[in-house]
């Protein structure tokens, strides 16, 4: 059963559809990111599933309880939710208890239960030694983990984060995803988490809903989304990709320069006569003699006429010799090919993932 539901969500503001027509199943236990650009409608929505704005239209229930909708919303404090905005705020004359305890204190709770909740999170967020040390006394990160504890202490329905992670530094930031889905797995609260950083929602999440003007146009788990990516826009978004045209002859699909069997893809409308492909740097190879086993793989010769050194891998574009396909290719840093030199790329028609 799910907790939380979206219903046709729209919010309008003037000509501008924010947030438009977003139907989305957030399960019991699950954590979602909305993941998309700036500007998308990821803040909007988080908003309105707190209650901080009403929707133009459409509904928000949770449990088949409508919480949010055009004639009339339930207050926030009246929703069971927590939510962290991007430029939280933990009080600077608190302790890290108080600061913690201070949900359960404004719920009249005993104080034998205020210290013995807030010292169970405070174990878990790691912070157990530091309870007595004020918020100038703490690094950014021990901040970001008193403003997350916080907001479970007081076991929320759904907790709500709005770009948590933007204001740490990129190693911290990395170091606070493995903390948030630990969190997660700890205490299992439903949980809607805004970013516009794939690696944050990838590392996060169970299921990624990728956003794009107000629209939602893919929701999966983030291996699907990277490996099967179903519209341009979260083919791009996620990752690097090239795209390529093809158009169907009979029970081919042809490429610039090759062709599949239209029944080796995926996902190809049968009254088509374009399509379009998408096909990551990392799952094309190239060597410099022609590879001995195909091994189902199409093998194609050219040359390379770019490379850029990254570090973890290079980055190639690859000419085909006999037509005008160029595609960018990821190696392994030892797998060195000067430009000009001549070279196979070799690509798996599984790797091409059919785009609407
Ligand atoms: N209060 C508002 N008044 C007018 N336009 C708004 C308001 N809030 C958001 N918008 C517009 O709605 C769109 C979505 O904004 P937002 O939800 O904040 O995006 P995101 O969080 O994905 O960056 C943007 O074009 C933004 O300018
Ligand atoms: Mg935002």
Redo the contacts with the bound molecule.
């Keep these: 059963m799910p907790t939380l539901r979206l219903k046709n969500l729209t919010?309008a503001?003037?000509q501008?559809r924010?947030?438009d027509n977003v139907d989305l199943d957030i399960r019991d236990g699950e954590f979602l990111s909305?993941l998309?650009?700036?500007?998308?409608?990821?803040?909007?929505?988080?908003?309105m599933i707190a209650g901080f704005?009403d929707p133009s239209g459409g509904t928000i229930e949770v449990d088949g309880r409508v919480l949010s909708s055009a004639s009339g919303s339930v207050p926030p404090e009246r929703r069971g939710m927590s939510m962290i905005f991007q430029s939280y705020a933990i009080w600077p004359n608190m302790t890290v208890a108080e600061n913690v305890g201070f949900g359960l204190v404004l719920r009249k709770l005993p104080s034998a239960e205020i210290k013995q909740r807030v010292g169970q999170v405070l174990d878990v967020v790691q912070l157990g030694t530091l309870a007595h040390r004020y918020p100038a006394e703490l690094s950014g990160g021990q901040q970001q983990r008193v403003a997350l504890a916080r907001a479970i202490v007081v076991q929320p329905s759904v907790l709500l984060l709005?770009?948590p992670l933007s204001n740490l530094d990129a190693n911290l930031r990395e170091e606070m995803r493995t903390e948030i889905r630990r969190l997660h797995e700890a205490f299992r609260i439903t949980t809607v988490y805004?970013t516009?950083d794939q690696a944050e929602a990838m590392a996060t999440s169970d299921r990624i809903a990728v956003?794009n003007r107000?629209r939602v146009e893919q929701v999966d788990a983030p291996y699907t989304i990277y490996a099967r990516p179903r519209t341009r826009f979260v083919a791009g978004f996620i990752g690097r990709t090239n795209f390529i045209e093809g158009r169907r002859d009979r029970s081919q699909i042809r490429f610039d320069g090759f062709a599949v069997d239209a029944a080796r893809l995926e996902g190809v409308d049968a009254t088509a006569s374009t399509i379009t492909a998408s096909v990551r740097p990392q799952s094309l190879s190239l060597s410099s003699e022609r590879p001995a086993d195909a091994d189902g793989r199409i093998q194609i010769p050219g040359r390379i006429v770019e490379r850029t050194f990254l570090g973890e891998h290079w980055d190639y574009v690859f000419a085909a010799a006999s037509s005008n396909l160029r595609l960018k290719v990821a190696a392994r840093p030892s797998d060195v090919f000067a430009v000009d030199t001549d070279t196979w790329l070799a690509l798996d028609p599984k790797q091409l993932v059919v785009i609407q």
């Design positions: 919010r503001y003037g501008i924010a947030v909305l998309g650009p700036s500007g998308c409608g990821k803040t909007t929505t988080l908003r704005i709005d770009e805004v516009h956003m107000g």
